[in-house]
């Protein structure tokens, strides 16, 4: 079983950079994939980036692409998001997963708490 702490949520303005982190518990967490996703009020978690076991493979919806980078120390059981450029649409709750790479969120079963990113334009 893993247990997943988020940290680094806030409020920004447009343009501006945050760095989300994911801290996982464990011996185990180095053998996940590890994805995150976002929720808006009223619409499905959507996947927005994911890294596999040992970083060689990252994927990203296409509406942060360029701006987001995932990537993973698994040294320090830690995943982390860069989000660069934030954009008022970017504004959700942030979650992170452990399990896979899919991007049907109904396909986790370890998730952390959220954390809120606000962007203001």
């Known amino acids: 079983q893993v247990q997943l702490v988020e940290s680094g949520g806030g409020l920004v303005q447009a343009g501006d950079s945050l760095r989300l982190s994911c801290a996982g518990s464990g011996r185990i967490f180095s053998t996940y994939a590890m994805t995150w996703f976002r929720q808006v009020p009223g619409k499905e978690r959507e996947f927005a980036a994911g890294?596999?076991?040992?970083?060689?493979?990252?994927v990203y919806v296409d509406s942060v692409k360029g701006r987001f980078t995932i990537s993973r120390d698994n040294a320090k059981n830690t995943m982390y998001l860069q989000m660069n450029s934030l954009k008022p649409e970017d504004s959700a709750v942030y979650y992170c997963a452990a399990g896979s790479l899919r991007t049907d969120p109904a396909t986790y079963n370890y998730w952390s708490q959220g954390t809120q990113v606000t962007v203001s334009s």
């Open positions: 890294i596999s076991r040992s970083s060689d493979t990252t």
